[in-house]
């Protein structure tokens, strides 16, 4: 966009670049088509809200669009992971160009304070890394063991993928998009920023289990896919580097070895009943049907079991057990912003940030795109006083010992 180019065209190129037609983003802003057209035309004129929803939409500043200021050089590197969102909605489109928005301010506000960013991620382990994205899946149960080896994770079920990518530096935005029904839903998306490194985010219109395998899977791509700017996630895609990253993500979360070792300590010392899948599935933090498919991935249940198995209700299985049942409900399908859409890491610098002065509420609220109350009541809040049931607690448990201290040599 150059300052020479009317409003008019500058509204249509940035609509254009971000890959909306008139009626997708009019269908995304309620408003109607002609209304569209008619800024497009210049023959009405829009007010500041709606060319902020606009700029929004399109993701890019206002200024740009205004011609007042130039666009960042990050927006090239957004045009990949665009051209892979050309078949979703209006609503992924624009949810997913907020959180693009929201990486380039989180890098602008980190530089401003100071903090050295880390650029295009490569994997720490130097064995990892390659010319080329490695995408022969039969490579995938050795790469996995390597990774659990190099990060300490053990042989058995991984605790909290989430808490450990973010330990990692993995910055994890989670935003319910489209429901990933068909094939043609994102489940996640891989984007190695050019400043803050690897980015992750997952589609939360999906189960807790299925989540999970998207963090791995897209863990896989941040490891030997990190050639590629950008990777957008869709379920059965039958892209060898996606089929690669299934592989990777269901030998990370349930790795053979330990797999067959529960199965072993199974009542009957195999898998006799869905209910034995269930038990598993809690177990290793997956979800029903990649417990299922592991199971069958490694001889560990007959084909007419798997068909069988694959017919019923794990949450009602799970009810017949006395567990709960909210982890096989998808979250409400939607692209609404709050803060648990951020990693730990994210709220906790930016509530550091505003506490010492480096940030206002109103600011923090901006960055993360949600009201300012919701700063002030939540993210800012004191913590809450302990419930009478909360504090009997520590009377039911024993208190606290002295720390030891090594004992010091007496002198003569």
């Known amino acids: 966009m150059t300052a020479t180019t009317g409003l008019g065209a500058r509204l249509r190129l940035a609509r254009e670049r971000a890959g909306f037609s008139q009626q997708e983003i009019a269908d995304a802003l309620g408003i109607a088509r002609e209304l569209v057209s008619?800024?497009?035309?210049?023959?009405?004129?829009?007010?500041?809200?709606q060319l902020a929803r606009l700029a929004e939409a399109y993701g890019v500043s206002t200024g740009s669009i205004l011609a007042v200021e130039a666009e960042p050089a990050e927006i090239n590197e957004h045009d990949l992971v665009y051209r892979g969102l050309r078949t979703q909605t209006p609503q992924t489109k624009v949810a997913v160009r907020r959180w693009l928005a929201f990486l380039d301010e989180w890098a602008d506000l980190l530089a401003a304070c100071g903090v050295e960013l880390s650029g295009r991620a490569v994997p720490p382990n130097?064995?990892?890394?390659?010319?080329?994205?490695?995408?022969?899946?039969?490579?995938a149960p050795r790469l996995a063991e390597e990774v659990r080896a190099f990060y300490h994770l053990g042989t058995d079920a991984i605790p909290d993928l989430l808490a450990f990518l973010d330990h990692q530096g993995v910055l994890v935005y989670r935003v319910a998009l489209d429901p990933i029904g068909g094939g043609e839903g994102v489940s996640g998306i891989f984007y190695n920023h050019p400043r803050l490194g690897y980015c992750v985010?997952?589609?939360?219109?999906?189960?807790?289990?299925?989540?999970?395998?998207?963090?791995?899977?897209?863990?896989?791509?941040?490891?030997?896919?990190?050639?590629?700017?950008?990777?957008?996630s869709r379920a059965g895609d039958p892209d060898r580097t996606e089929r690669f990253a299934d592989a990777f993500a269901a030998h990370l979360l349930a790795p053979a070895e330990a797999l067959r070792e529960r199965v072993k300590r199974t009542p009957h010392g195999e898998v006799v009943s869905p209910l034995d899948v269930v038990n598993l599935q809690r177990y290793f933090r997956v979800s029903y049907a990649t417990m299922l498919i592991r199971l069958r991935s490694e001889g560990l249940l007959l084909p007419e079991q798997y068909e069988e198995y694959r017919t019923y209700s794990p949450s009602r299985l799970a009810a017949r057990l006395g567990l709960g049942t909210d982890e096989y409900r998808p979250s409400a399908a939607g692209s609404g912003i709050s803060l648990g859409c951020y990693p730990t890491?994210?709220?906790d610098r930016t509530s550091?940030?505003?506490?010492?002065?480096?940030?206002?509420?109103?600011?923090?609220?901006?960055?993360?795109?949600?009201?300012?109350?919701?700063?002030?009541?939540?993210?800012?809040a004191p913590p809450e006083p302990a419930q009478e049931s909360e504090r009997r607690e520590f009377d039911e448990l024993p208190a606290p010992t002295a720390p030891r201290t090594k004992a010091r040599a007496h002198s003569r």
């Not at 008619?38 to 500041?48: A, D, K, Q, T, V």
């Not at 189960?207 to 896989?220: D, I, K, V």
């Open 352 to 380: 550091t940030l505003v506490r010492d002065g480096d940030l206002t509420p109103t600011g923090a609220a901006d960055l993360l795109q949600v009201s300012q109350e919701e700063v002030l009541g939540e993210l800012l």
């Open 38 to 49: 008619y800024w497009e035309n210049e023959r009405r004129r829009l007010g500041f809200t």
């Open 126 to 139: 130097k064995a990892w890394r390659s010319s080329r994205p490695i995408t022969d899946s039969r490579l």
């Open 201 to 232: 985010l997952v589609n939360t219109a999906t189960t807790p289990g299925r989540q999970t395998f998207t963090l791995a899977h897209e863990f896989a791509h941040a490891l030997f896919h990190y050639q590629e700017s950008g990777l957008v």
């Open 345 to 347: 890491s994210v709220l």
